[in-house]
């Protein structure tokens, strides 16, 4: 990043660490969310230093220690593309929460539509040389409820979450192509959903068959609020015992569940980390839109995606259900 950048992050961070969290004018909470957070805003925490040594210093700054069998969530990444999260970064991390990878089929075709080629993803992109990994729905799906049922009546996960007392979701924050960006809240609806659970969420509720998805697509705030009302009912079948990290580097418009995406046209941000999602996934937000941005160094085409597929919209809901909050205190952990 150029120097005079560097100096206008820095401020620009200092500004919402003295302003508290409070939301950008193009994503702000409504005078209902704002009552509701009162002033026990979640604490979202953040470093810009992107190394595995950073990644375990946050995660100790959660002051939670999760016990058991701990599921850590990540997506493996569509053969092809480059911008998931790499082995070398998640390795010491993983190891200190004494966690299995695990991840979901997807419902499109590809290397990680079927079960025995997914799991030689594991190996290709080397996270199954780092940690123990599991393929949720490997061998089995499984119902689980849901508190919003305007359209999904359940949530359909992978069986294997079943098997863990703790989740880490571990997500990579970027763009993505149908949702406007992925964070927490879209690793762990669509990715932790079966791939016929993806199917459910992506035509609201109308099919639950992986094959017949693209031929259901339901409108775009449907699926969106959809998702939101996945990744509560995860949330609350752990009973919030769910640890939520986004990492903000390789910031393409593009999903990695692309193989050939864009190239970033912005700098790496950092590691950000709170318990509740929404507070992180408008955090992360918030940096986007608020990013000093010049022509080498550029937020807009991310901004663009976010808003012309009304990805801010998965924060509306999931705090109108009661997820999280869209307000925030921001604290940073560099000296």
């Known amino acids: 990043m150029k120097l005079n950048n560097l100096f206008s992050l820095l401020a620009l961070l200092a500004m919402v660490l003295v302003s508290c969290g409070n939301v950008n004018k193009n994503t702000a909470a409504s005078s209902e969310e704002t009552a509701q957070a009162q002033d026990n805003k979640p604490v979202v925490y953040m470093t810009k230093e992107i190394t595995s040594e950073a990644l375990v210093r946050i995660y100790e700054a959660l002051g939670v220690v999760p016990t058991g069998k701990v599921a850590v969530k990540i997506s493996t990444g569509e053969p092809g593309g480059h911008n998931f999260l790499q082995p070398s970064l998640i390795k010491d991390f993983v190891n200190k929460v004494n966690g299995t990878i695990v991840e979901c089929n997807t419902a499109y075709k590809g290397p990680r539509y079927e079960t025995e080629t997914h799991m030689k993803v594991f190996e290709e992109h080397g996270f199954a040389a780092i940690a123990p990994v599991d393929l949720l729905d490997g061998y089995g799906e499984v119902k689980i409820p849901v508190k919003d049922t305007t359209y999904i009546k359940y949530n359909l996960v992978g069986e294997n979450m079943l098997n863990y007392d703790w989740m880490v979701n571990l997500a990579h924050f970027k763009g993505h192509a149908m949702g406007g960006f992925g964070g927490v809240l879209k690793n762990q609806s669509i990715g932790v959903a079966s791939a016929n659970g993806k199917a459910y969420i992506h035509s609201a509720g109308v099919i639950a068959e992986k094959e017949k998805i693209w031929q259901h697509t339901a409108e775009q705030d449907k699926f969106i609020e959809c998702m939101a009302v996945a990744a509560q009912s995860v949330h609350d079948y752990f009973e919030g015992r769910v640890i ?32 509740d999602p929404v507070a992180l996934d408008q955090a992360c937000v918030d940096l986007v839109f608020n990013y000093p941005s010049t022509e080498d160094d550029n937020a807009a085409p991310l901004i663009e995606r976010i808003n ?8 509306e809901h999931a705090a109108k259900i009661g997820l999280g909050s869209r307000e925030y205190e921001l604290r940073s952990i560099d000296k």
Not at 246 to 253: A, D, K, P, R, Y
Not at 308 to 315: D, F, K, P, V
């Open 308 to 315: 012309s597929r009304h990805g801010i919209h998965i924060l």
């Open 244 to 275: 939520y990290i986004n990492v903000m580097n390789n910031l393409s418009v593009d999903c990695d569940c692309d193989n050939s995406p864009a190239d970033p046209e912005m700098n790496d941000v950092g590691i950000l980390a709170s318990m």
